[in-house]
């Protein structure tokens, strides 16, 4: 009785020490409020995340147990368990918030890298049902920021909303001189928090990783702990948007006028404040309202495609985040040869941008151009050299153009194209399950800046399959000739004799014979599709 008592008192003294100690840290921080949530809300995530991982882990330890590997019972038995750790993990990301928002967006982009179960239900629900914040939280931001409530700030203020995502959310603003304007406003404590969020994040992927080592996403953990900084800064998305817009300019002149990004307000902009130009247009993947702006949806494909493709391989400055939200069509101003309005695309969130050096730039282009013309010995060589090995280059060119490798190689025109079939999604997602650990281990290898290329394809593909339902052979044209300019570009800056400038002379005569004659094929299946309707 005597040691209960005395083990209940320690625990009273030990309970006092630390509450005392804990308020007191609180009290003396720079914002007792703030601190105080934050020593709240922590420990009750870490608490949903360490939960939300041992019953996932359990779910999949016993639920597949005893099961024979092959047999259907256990296909559909995993198919059950992939969807309901899906949606375990989606209302965890909804809980949390903030970075594990972010999170699911990835999950929900990495078609055929992860179940699609997964995918499905991220993708459903991240980008369209993101948290918003209250008015008040955003009087916070602006208070702390520029000193003054948003209605000081602004002649006019919609407290209301037009979009959230997972970082921010935009309101639109009308300035004092009478402008439109769009208004990102970070989230409250997203900076605070993100430390936090990110080494609990990591817990649950490391945790997973060691009961399942096949499962290793760590990568997405290192890419995420290197560019969340750079996101929550607004000041240096408003930077990149200026920067991409100027590299259109400067090396990308024939479409520099199709290419838009929204005029950011310097003088109303803070690293968790955005104020830029208000953007009037259709989204992406609205193919009704893109058409009733006169714009064909085949066009707004070739325009996207040309867009990334500039920017992956002459740019070597890429916008990483192009899913369909991000992206708005609006008309140009100018028309095609059928009087058709020509597209304009605007592009949105300038976060996420990922640079590439002269190696990885050139590499990446040539591999793409021996994709396209299905040279297999310069595919094995430029995989290498990114970092696939001479063992996954095969793997790599099938996540590359979602392909299996009969297909890549084969010389016909259409060889990439994907028609968006039952039957093309159930091969993927096939060899996906098949090559599950030989995935993870490419995905080791890669460099981070690849995996975002990685994610920046599986967006635009999604993006594509919405404006043309399926991939586009004109895109994978576009993509080809880009890749070869680039490449060609590259050779000859580097050219150092007469030889060596005659042979770069020749093999750029044979590349632009290569894509006229994939041009004319082109147009004889458009013919022969046309006239069998």
Same mark, same amino acid.
């Given at each position: 009785?005597?040691?209960?008592?005395?083990?209940?008192?320690?625990?009273?003294?030990?309970?006092?020490?630390?509450?005392?100690?804990?308020?007191?840290?609180?009290?003396?921080?720079?914002?007792?409020?703030k601190?105080l949530?934050?020593?709240?809300?922590?420990?009750?995530?870490?608490?949903?995340?360490?939960?939300?991982?041992? !019953?996932?882990?359990f779910?999949?330890?016993?639920?597949?147990l005893?099961?024979?590997?092959?047999?259907?019972?256990?296909?559909?038995?995993?198919h059950?368990?992939?969807?309901? %750790?899906?949606?375990?993990?989606q209302?965890?990301?909804?809980?949390?918030?903030?970075?594990?928002i972010?999170?699911?967006?990835h999950?929900?982009q990495?078609d055929?890298?992860?179940p @699609?179960?997964?995918?499905?239900? &991220?993708?459903? %629900?991240?980008?369209n049902?993101?948290?918003? *914040?209250?008015y @008040?939280?955003?009087? @916070?931001?602006?208070k $702390?920021?520029?000193?003054?409530t948003?209605?000081?700030?602004?002649?006019?203020f =919609?407290?209301?909303?037009?979009?959230?995502?997972s970082?921010?959310?935009?309101?639109?603003?009308?300035?004092?001189?009478?402008?439109?304007?769009a208004?990102?406003?970070?989230h409250?404590h997203?900076?605070?928090?993100?430390?936090? =969020?990110?080494?609990a994040?990591?817990?649950?992927?490391?945790t997973?990783?060691?009961?399942?080592?096949?499962?290793d996403? +760590?990568?997405l953990?290192?890419?995420?702990?290197e560019?969340l900084p750079k996101e929550?800064?607004?000041?240096?998305?408003a930077?990149?948007?200026?920067?991409?817009?100027d590299?259109?300019?400067?090396m990308?002149?024939?479409i520099?006028? #199709?290419?838009?990004?929204?005029?950011?307000?310097?003088?109303?902009?803070?690293?968790?404040?955005?104020?830029?130009?208000?953007? =009037?247009?259709?989204?992406?993947n609205?193919?009704?309202?893109?058409?009733?702006?006169?714009?064909?949806?085949?066009?707004?494909? $070739?325009?996207?495609?040309?867009?990334f493709a500039?920017?992956?391989f002459?740019?070597g400055?890429?916008?990483?985040?192009?899913?369909?939200?991000?992206?708005?069509?609006?008309p140009?101003?100018?028309?095609?040869? #059928?009087?058709?309005?020509?597209?304009?695309?605007?592009?949105?969130?300038?976060?996420?941008?990922?640079?590439?050096?002269?190696?990885t730039?050139?590499?990446?282009?040539?591999?793409?151009?021996?994709?396209?013309f299905?040279?297999?010995? /310069?595919?094995?060589?430029h995989?290498?050299?990114?970092?696939?090995?001479?063992?996954?280059?095969?793997?790599f /060119?099938?996540?590359l153009?979602?392909r299996?490798?009969?297909?890549?190689v084969?010389?016909?025109?259409?060889h990439?194209?994907?028609?968006?079939?039952?039957? =093309?999604?159930?091969?993927?997602?096939?060899?996906?399950?098949?090559?599950?650990?030989?995935?993870?281990?490419?995905?080791?290898?890669?460099?981070?800046?690849?995996?975002?290329?990685?994610?920046?394809?599986?967006c635009? +593909? *999604?993006?594509?399959?919405?404006?043309v339902?399926?991939?586009?052979?004109?895109?994978?044209?576009?993509?080809?000739?880009?890749?070869?300019?680039?490449? &060609?570009?590259?050779?000859? !800056?580097?050219?150092?004799?007469?030889?060596?400038?005659?042979?770069?002379?020749?093999?750029?005569?044979?590349?632009e014979?290569?894509?006229?004659? &994939?041009q004319?094929?082109?147009?004889?299946?458009?013919? +022969?599709?046309?006239?069998?309707?």
């Amino acid at each position: 009785m005597a040691a209960r008592s005395l083990r209940t008192k320690l625990l009273l003294v030990a309970s006092a020490v630390c509450g005392g100690s804990g308020a007191a840290f609180i009290a003396s921080s720079e914002d007792p409020s703030k601190t105080l949530k934050l020593c709240t809300n922590i420990p009750v995530r870490l608490f949903r995340n360490t939960v939300t991982a041992a !019953s996932i882990a359990f779910d999949y330890e016993y639920s597949l147990l005893g099961l024979a590997e092959g047999s259907s019972e256990k296909a559909q038995v995993k198919h059950e368990v992939h969807l309901r %750790s899906a949606q375990k993990l989606q209302e965890l990301c909804f809980k949390n918030g903030g970075i594990y928002i972010k999170l699911g967006q990835h999950i929900g982009q990495l078609d055929y890298l992860v179940p @699609e179960e997964y995918v499905h239900t &991220m993708r459903e %629900s991240m980008l369209n049902k993101c948290p918003v *914040s209250s008015y @008040e939280q955003v009087c @916070e931001v602006f208070k $702390k920021e520029v000193g003054e409530t948003p209605d000081k700030v602004f002649a006019e203020f =919609d407290p209301v909303p037009i979009a959230s995502a997972s970082l921010a959310q935009v309101h639109v603003a009308r300035t004092h001189s009478g402008e439109k304007v769009a208004v990102k406003v970070q989230h409250a404590h997203m900076t605070d928090t993100a430390a936090a =969020d990110t080494a609990a994040v990591g817990v649950i992927v490391n945790t997973l990783h060691r009961i399942f080592p096949s499962f290793d996403y +760590r990568w997405l953990l290192d890419e995420m702990s290197e560019s969340l900084p750079k996101e929550l800064d607004f000041l240096v998305e408003a930077k990149n948007s200026e920067k991409c817009l100027d590299n259109f300019r400067k090396m990308s002149p024939h479409i520099a006028e #199709y290419v838009y990004a929204p005029t950011v307000y310097w003088n109303l902009s803070s690293s968790k404040l955005l104020t830029m130009e208000f953007m =009037d247009g259709a989204q992406v993947n609205d193919v009704a309202n893109i058409k009733k702006l006169g714009i064909q949806p085949y066009e707004v494909s $070739k325009l996207v495609s040309q867009t990334f493709a500039e920017m992956m391989f002459k740019h070597g400055f890429v916008h990483c985040d192009p899913h369909a939200a991000n992206l708005i069509v609006r008309p140009s101003g100018k028309r095609n040869i #059928y009087g058709k309005q020509k597209p304009q695309l605007v592009l949105l969130d300038h976060g996420l941008y990922k640079e590439l050096d002269f190696n990885t730039r050139f590499n990446y282009a040539s591999l793409w151009k021996a994709l396209v013309f299905s040279d297999a010995n /310069a595919i094995k060589q430029h995989s290498a050299k990114l970092g696939a090995g001479d063992d996954l280059y095969v793997l790599f /060119a099938g996540i590359l153009t979602m392909r299996p490798w009969k297909q890549v190689v084969n010389t016909s025109v259409d060889h990439l194209v994907i028609k968006g079939t039952k039957e =093309d999604r159930s091969e993927l997602q096939m060899y996906a399950s098949q090559y599950f650990p030989q995935i993870s281990e490419l995905l080791r290898r890669l460099p981070r800046v690849i995996l975002l290329m990685l994610k920046t394809n599986d967006c635009l +593909r *999604s993006v594509n399959n919405e404006l043309v339902k399926g991939s586009s052979l004109e895109s994978f044209l576009i993509v080809g000739k880009v890749s070869a300019e680039a490449v &060609m570009e590259a050779k000859w !800056s580097q050219k150092k004799s007469l030889v060596q400038w005659l042979k770069v002379w020749l093999e750029g005569f044979s590349v632009e014979a290569r894509l006229w004659v &994939m041009q004319f094929a082109l147009w004889v299946l458009q013919v +022969r599709k046309a006239l069998t309707l």
